[in-house]
């Protein structure tokens, strides 16, 4: 039943189970008397039965006194050793180890290894089956209750609001803007409600899991800026340095570049930085730019005129320029203005004395809470104060005092 020639003549498919058991228990059919010889010119080489015993799928074909491979025969192969008929004695060796590392050889070999035994998926029961789909089940329960907790998240991010509050516990009035938002959505959505009622694993509304998430979102938009740099010719850098509400100080960095046709300024990164050195500073934009590949493409960077970022020979500038060749330095167009406009008022006693002035106005009725609601009620406006490095809100403080001097001086009358 094993012979090669009947298993030619009949194949392993139109056998019955019992019959495939029996050939598979039969193996290969390796008679030790075979003879097989092949004369080249004048040396005749004969097939050695030794080889049966180094390989078990090798087996030999009675009719045609030639070799093949005896699993490709049962489960069809290389036509070389399925079909045909192997003679060549001189290259056996090669063409044996040529077809038994091929991929059809070692699929071949595998169904044979697992022919007639239990299919595993057959014999999964409905408990197995059923405990699978609560799984699959709960798996897309906790993707949709993080997809909520995601959308809560970048709720807060849009509107630029603090995630955290000062007391979170449950009976807190106000645990801050996040966690009402997801107290607020699970009023909404059922799942979601119930999903934040009976979790015993977590709800990932910590503060941990918090910063995960917002670690991932932050690495998402790297890989999506890296691919808007990666089709821009040209990029820009700009970095400064200032102060959070907690005294802080943050390096920020941005780049600029065209998306398109149009320019985009992205956002990169806020350091707390320890070195304030042109060296340390210089490290840091260093590092936080070695991901982009900016090589050939940086070919400008601005920051403001203190000597340690627009140093020439040691500024951060110069040092930055050792690095990237083409990132020519600009000073900041709005640090030059607020430093020209200084200079001119500084320079004019009349000026100088007109803006003090100003400046008083805001400080006087702010600094008090009575005579800010009064001039409020009067003008239906608040006096901005003046600020040193925005001459922005000295413009605003000019407008308002110019529309409102009337009523300024009632107000003042009043006082």
């Not at 850098?237 to 102060?243: G, I, R, V, Y």
């Not at 920020?252 to 050195?277: H, M, N």
């Amino acid at each position: 039943m094993n012979k090669i020639d009947s298993l030619l003549a009949k194949r392993l498919s139109s056998l019955g189970f019992q019959e495939n058991l029996e050939i598979k228990n039969l193996g290969a059919y390796q008679p030790k008397g075979v003879r097989i010889t092949q004369v080249d010119g004048k040396k005749t080489r004969t097939f050695c039965v030794s080889w049966f015993e180094k390989k078990s799928s090798l087996s030999v074909s009675d009719e045609k006194n030639s070799l093949f491979c005896f699993y490709c025969v049962l489960f069809g192969g290389e036509s070389l050793w399925a079909e045909n008929d192997c003679k060549d004695m001189k290259h056996l060796s090669e063409r044996i180890q040529k077809h038994q590392s091929s991929k059809t050889h070692i699929s071949n070999s595998l169904q044979f290894q697992i022919l007639g035994k239990t299919n595993i998926l057959s014999t999964i029961d409905a408990g197995y089956s059923l405990s699978i789909k609560k799984q699959n089940e709960l798996v897309n329960k906790n993707r949709l209750t993080l997809s909520r907790v995601i959308d809560c998240i970048k709720f807060c991010g849009v509107h630029e609001l603090p995630l955290r509050g000062h007391d979170e516990t449950i009976d807190s009035n106000n645990r801050g803007v996040f966690l009402d938002m997801v107290s607020y959505t699970a009023t909404l959505d059922s799942v979601f409600s119930n999903h934040l009622k009976d979790s015993k694993i977590t709800k990932n509304t910590s503060k941990t899991n918090q910063n995960g998430i917002l670690e991932c979102m932050y690495k998402v938009y790297i890989e999506e800026i890296k691919r808007e740099i990666d089709k821009a010719r040209f990029v820009s850098l700009q970095a400064d340095e200032t102060t959070d509400v907690s005294c802080r100080s943050q390096f920020v960095i941005i780049l600029r570049y065209l998306k398109g046709y149009q320019p985009v300024e992205r956002f990169i990164a806020f350091i707390d930085v320890q070195d304030r050195t042109a060296m340390g500073l210089t490290n840091v934009l260093k590092e936080e730019l070695n991901c982009f590949g900016l090589k050939e493409k940086l070919i400008a960077q601005a920051y403001d005129g203190a000597a340690v970022m627009s140093g020439s020979r040691n500024g951060v500038q110069s040092l930055i320029k050792e690095v990237y060749p083409y990132a020519h330095y600009v000073h900041c167009y709005a640090h030059q203005l607020n430093l020209v406009l200084k200079k001119v008022c500084s320079s004019n006693k009349r000026v100088r004395t007109f803006f003090s002035t100003l400046s008083g106005f805001g400080v006087f009725f702010t600094s008090s809470p009575k005579r800010n609601d009064l001039i409020r009620e009067i003008t239906f406006k608040q006096i901005p104060r003046v600020c040193e490095t925005r001459w922005n809100f000295r413009s605003k403080i000019v407008t308002c005092i110019k529309e409102n001097k009337t009523k300024i001086g009632e107000c003042l009358i009043k006082l």
